[in-house]
């Protein structure tokens, strides 16, 4: 993730909170160091948004109380069925699409109030989903796969083939196909010049070219 959607998104993640969040979980979110995460924060507060550093049990950083944008009029019935989704979705590890999806739900959480989240909180309690995928991927490489989707970068993975042969390849994905089980990700492979398509589950390392 690029530092300047980094920032956005730890915004975002501020926002939708009511208690603090350490840097070192904010760093574990994200995927940077904890350095990272200060300067992050740094040229948060350079950009005169309150931040406020918390100490104490549920402490961390945290916007102002009185810091807020425009809300999106959700209801929370609608929140609750909205963030249940969400959750399910990000819990079937075959979705390459983890940050956006996270971004996405802060923003329902952000627009509700205290006591409308408490009311969320208790209705999804009653909501359960059961048959989640077992073909996923680590959280590491979807992230570098959403990357280079959305931005239509390409990228080098290392595929481990169905005979068990690894192998290296560059390729640039035109669609993602995500089946009961599994994903599909058809590519153009930059290196053969023909369309091929790769398991998700069997990329066992992806970077941006």
Known sequence: ???QARLFAITELLRGRRS???AEALAE?????????YRDLDMLRDANLPLQAERGRGGGYALD????????????????????????AGEMRFLPFAETLEG????????LSASAQRELVRQMESLHFVGVPSHGAPLAIRRVIEQAFFERQPLRIRYCGADGIVTTRAVRIVSA??????????CDDLDKG????????????????
């Open 1 to 3: 993730m690029r530092r």
């Open 20 to 22: 603090g969040i350490t």
């Open 29 to 37: 979110r994200f995927g940077v160091t904890v350095r990272t995460i």
């Open 65 to 88: 109380r009185a810091y807020t944008l425009p809300p999106v009029n959700f209801t929370p019935r609608e929140a609750a069925l909205l963030l249940a989704l969400g959750r399910w």
């Open 104 to 111: 996405a739900l802060d923003k329902v959480r952000g627009a």
């Open 177 to 186: 196909v995500m089946e009961r089980t599994v994903t599909f990700l058809n």
């Open 194 to 209: 023909q369309r091929r398509q790769f398991r998700l589950d069997r990329i066992e390392k992806a970077e941006l070219v």
